[in-house]
């Protein structure tokens, strides 16, 4: 079977660097609600440059989130990396 692919960087999921996202947080009312599968590394990203607000007001599709500057910019180059490429120890929340 094939691995499934990351709807933000278009990289196969390997097992073990696979992580779900609500695309509204559980605790702005997402439970239960629509999932995507993502790479760990997108997913930690998202999370560190978004807070739940904005994901919940304004970044709750893949279209959205892959439109932000800072995720844009993040996607184009985690694409360039091979798929089970991931970050040992991730930084804090980004400031803007």
Known sequence: ?????????????????????????????????????????????????LTEAELARDFHTVAALKAHPRLARFLAWVAR????FHIKSAGGRRKR
């Open 81 to 84: 990396r091979p798929p089970e």
């Open 1 to 49: 079977m094939d691995n499934p692919i990351c709807p933000l960087c278009g990289r196969p999921i390997p097992p073990g660097r696979q992580s779900l996202h609500h695309l509204i947080p559980r605790l702005k009312g997402g439970k239960g609600g629509p999932t995507v599968l993502l790479h760990q590394i997108c997913h930690k990203e998202i999370h560190a440059t």
